[in-house]
């Protein structure tokens, strides 16, 4: 079993940064590939970044050269950081584990960028 926790997010103007953080707990944090998805109102949950356990990386293209996902694996917390964030970058952000059948997810913290 895998708790997540995820904060930082907030209201920013168009072209601002935020970093959100995604703490787990309750299991070996190391060996889980760990994603980002976000959910805008009327829309489907789409992934936005990916990290693996080994620390391959993958990106949505919407996202690609302005985030930045990362892992610290002693403080068992993985890292989204978005810079140069769009209006169209307003969703709710969740934080996810996989290992093999198993997947978490976090409640989700709202990022809203003001244009």
């Known amino acids: 079993q895998v708790q997540l926790v995820e904060s930082g997010g907030g209201l920013v103007q168009s072209g601002e940064s935020l970093r959100l953080s995604c703490a787990a707990s309750g299991s070996i944090f190391s060996i889980y590939a760990m994603d980002w998805y976000r959910q805008a109102p009327g829309k489907q949950r789409e992934l936005v970044a990916q990290?693996?356990?080994?620390?391959?990386?993958n990106y949505a293209d919407s996202v690609k050269g302005r985030f930045t996902i990362s892992r610290d694996n002693a403080k068992n917390t993985v890292y989204l950081q978005m810079n140069s964030l769009k209006p169209e970058d307003t969703a709710v952000y969740y934080c996810?584990?996989?290992?093999?059948?198993?997947?978490?997810w976090g409640q989700g913290t709202q990022v809203t960028v003001a244009s």
């Open positions: 996810n584990a996989k290992l093999v059948a198993r997947e978490y």
């Open positions: 990290i693996s356990s080994g620390g391959r990386l």
